[in-house]
């Protein structure tokens, strides 16, 4: 009896835990997702219906807006690919995404496991109002631009398989081997989200000489007659090969019971319209048009789907036949006129902008209308502007407005700042020049976010204890602090007496290398034995900025080959005693025969120091706040690549050797030397009756330096002051402007 006993314990044991296992891989099945079913069983919950969206609930198909926001693969210290985000932390960002009002998140490619077990069970928490999800289809971008030639039969397979991945994966039916330097997620999907999932979007922003060397080579290609998805007449090659790989995401996915809206991606570069005032030809070289394919047989739809952003390309600002149309505040708007005639383009289809935004930086790469840049603005002036651009979506008629981006990305490079830092240590420092990585809502600062608030209170700082007395006997200065962490050095200094910008000016000359200015205007009669490769000085509003001496002046040495006007020879000598404004590229001079006509080098200077305060927690806060005196207290945040630092993390320098090829040479410092003096009334103080104290030994400042760190970042994950703006606009969106009977 006994032993048949434990037979029958051991054989409920083994149910217990197969029932188990098998409740907990079918349990997202489990749910009731709310779908329509075909007759063939295939299950339907969003499907396309004239130039709307529409979602099954409550018995019956009802408009839907997609009030989305897109989701990076990685936080600060990581590169995509790399096992970063933990499920509980994506549970956490859902929580907020849907609480700041959005329905939708998307991702560009396969996101590591996690992403999908987290949606699931949280949708779990909330079957009432699940978060969808779209699903982006990384497409082979480096070899379709290498190759030219998108029907290459290796890159042809290789992004079928990429689909077909995607979709079992999405489906919880794969094991992907994980590629960390490619940027490519790996490991075991066992977790279903097909149920919550919204619609496909498939491929990448297309390169346009790409598409116009695959037209060329591939112009006898027949149209592409699919299961479920066809070419029309009038396509190209390259809309065919398109048509093919999007039925090729149907094909699979029907395989899994359900069907899903189809998109491929796109943008302005490569949208149907011309734009007869864009400069530069390759911006208007060719179209992919969204109409040359169309669905057949398939239930759930096809949409179009672009990014769009009001300051690329240059005809938002140069074409005059964009700016027909006026905004809310009477303004010609050539976002707004754009949005209106892309939606005209795509005659009984939903158009979706899956790609909106401004980054909030101090870092600028291209300059738009209305004061639309990219980059340049502070978390309140980001929101004002992604606020703006979602009202217009909404207004104009589209079925979607997908903002870019949810969380900031540290790893992310820009034009105009990736040949001043090194590729394989961005993931590890902030560079608030790099305007691409701080399109989030949800900030990622570094680490002493919340230690230091610049202020003009010196309590923080007493709190401190990784901060460094510097023995640096000054005029006007009773003491000197200072500290670092992965976005800025900060100094904190008591003066002998309270500070009034009007009359005088605060002055930190920094030195980091051998070589510099050892004299000039700004020194005020002073002669050092090191020079200073950058100054820092501080005054009222409107003249408190960082410069840069001439002959170590990175924005001029890499560009004046390339536009920008005749460098004097007088500053490219040592020592020239001359110190220029601390300036970024916007745009590359453009001449015929690569533009249509004429334009002259752009630039702005980024060197500008804001007075304000860094604490989000009072109503006058300014994320881009620099400095702060109150009284006898000064507080000063010095971005590292204002300074020169290429990798802080590593002590890394660009040092004065010429670029060679648009590349320049890094090199290892101890760290950095600061000789600070108050100017008053146009005179150093301490120096009216002291002819010595003009001679001034840098060498002998002491040297304030700090540890590198490896792979190991601290930073502070808050939203910023636009997560809130956004949160209250989004509310008020409650489906689309219009609807079809």
Not at 38 to 43: Q, R
Not at 140 to 151: K, M, N, R, T, V
Not at 174 to 187: D, I, N, R, Y
Request: no cysteine; net charge negative; charged share 25%.
């Amino acid at each position: 009896m006994g032993k048949w006993l434990k037979l029958l314990v051991r054989l409920g044991l083994v149910l217990v835990i197969v029932a188990g296992a098998f409740y907990y891989w079918l349990r997202p099945l489990l749910v009731r997702i709310e779908s329509t079913t075909l007759a063939d069983g295939i299950h339907v919950k969003f499907k396309t219906q004239g130039m709307n969206v529409e979602e099954y609930t409550n018995d019956a198909w009802q408009p839907y807006f997609a009030k989305g926001i897109n989701m990076g693969a990685t936080i600060p210290g990581h590169y995509p690919g790399e096992l970063a985000i933990s499920e509980d932390e994506y549970e956490r960002w859902f929580g907020m995404i849907q609480d700041m009002g959005a329905n939708v998140i998307r991702v560009y490619t396969i996101m590591m496991p996690e992403f999908y077990e987290a949606l699931s069970k949280y949708n779990m928490k909330h079957q009432k109002d699940p978060l969808f999800f779209l699903q982006g289809v990384w497409s082979p971008e480096e070899q379709l631009i290498e190759g030219q030639d998108a029907f290459d039969p290796k890159i042809k397979e290789k992004f079928e398989q990429e689909i077909k991945d995607a979709v079992a994966a999405v489906y919880g039916k794969t094991t992907l081997t994980p590629e960390p330097h490619s940027g490519k997620a790996g490991g075991a999907y066992k977790y279903n989200a097909g149920p919550y999932l919204m619609g496909w979007i498939v491929g990448t922003e297309w390169d346009p000489k790409m598409v116009k060397g695959t037209n060329e080579l591939h112009a006898d290609t027949p149209d592409y007659a699919g299961k479920y998805f066809s070419s029309t007449p009038g396509a190209n090659a390259f809309e065919k090969w398109l048509a093919l790989m999007v039925d090729t995401a149907a094909q699979t996915e029907i395989q899994y019971g359900w069907q899903h809206p189809m998109a491929f991606a796109n943008w302005v570069t490569t949208d149907p319209i011309a734009h007869p005032g864009e400069p530069l030809v390759e911006e208007d070289m060719v179209s992919v048009d969204p109409t040359h394919i169309e669905a057949v047989n398939w239930e759930a739809g096809y949409f179009a789907s672009y990014h769009v952003y009001p300051y690329y390309p240059d005809f938002f600002a140069f074409d005059k036949s964009f700016q027909e149309m006026t905004n809310s505040k009477g303004e010609p708007d050539s976002y707004y006129t754009y949005l209106n005639k892309l939606k005209a383009a795509h005659s009984n289809m939903p158009v979706m902008v899956t790609e909106y935004g401004v980054p909030a930086s101090l870092g600028v790469a291209h300059l738009g209308t209305l004061g639309r840049n990219q980059g340049g603005h502070s978390e309140k002036g980001q929101g004002e502007i992604d606020v703006e651009l979602l009202g217009q979506i909404h207004d104009s008629g589209y079925a979607g407005a997908i903002l870019f981006t949810w969380q900031d990305e540290w790893f992310k490079k820009t034009w105009n700042t990736q040949r001043y830092d090194e590729a394989d240590r961005r993931a590890y420092w902030y560079n608030t020049l790099t305007n691409e990585s701080f399109f989030g809502v949800l900030g990622m600062f570094p680490g002493k976010d919340e230690a230091i608030h610049i202020d003009g209170d010196a309590a923080d700082w007493d709190k401190l204890k990784d901060k460094t007395k510097l023995d640096i006997q000054a005029s006007g200065f009773e003491e000197i602090w200072a500290t670092h962490d992965e976005g800025y050095l900060y100094l904190e200094a008591k003066l002998s007496e309270p500070f009034d910008p009007s009359t005088e000016s605060i002055n930190f000359g920094v030195d980091t290398l051998p070589g510099g200015n050892r004299h000039g205007p700004e020194l005020h009669g002073m002669v050092l034995d090191e020079g200073l490769e950058t100054l820092i000085q501080l005054s009222d509003d409107t003249r408190s900025r960082m410069t840069i001496a001439s002959n170590y002046d990175i924005h001029a040495r890499l560009y004046e080959r390339a536009g920008l006007p005749a460098v004097d020879p007088k500053e490219k000598l040592d020592d020239s005693g001359i110190f220029k404004p601390w300036k970024l590229a916007v745009n590359y001079l453009l001449e015929y025969p690569d533009s249509r006509v004429n334009h002259p080098f752009g630039d702005v200077e980024v060197g500008i120091l804001e007075r304000g305060y860094s604490d989000p927690a009072r109503p006058d806060y300014n994320s881009k706040t620099m400095w702060q005196v109150q009284g006898q207290v000064l507080e000063i945040r010095i971005p590292w690549m204002l300074l020169g630092f290429s990798d802080p993390s590593s002590l890394s320098v660009i040092n004065y050797t010429q670029p060679n090829k648009n590349k320049f040479e890094m090199t290892h410092v101890k760290g950095v030397r600061l000789v600070p003096w108050i100017v008053k009334q146009n005179q150093i103080v301490g120096q009216e009756n002291s002819a010595t104290a003009k001679q001034v030994a840098v060498s002998a400042m002491p040297l304030y330096t700090w540890q590198g760190w490896e792979d190991k970042v601290n930073y502070v994950e808050r939203p910023k002051q636009s997560y809130y703006m956004l949160k209250e606009a989004l509310h008020k969106i409650n489906g689309p402007i219009t609807t079809n009977d």
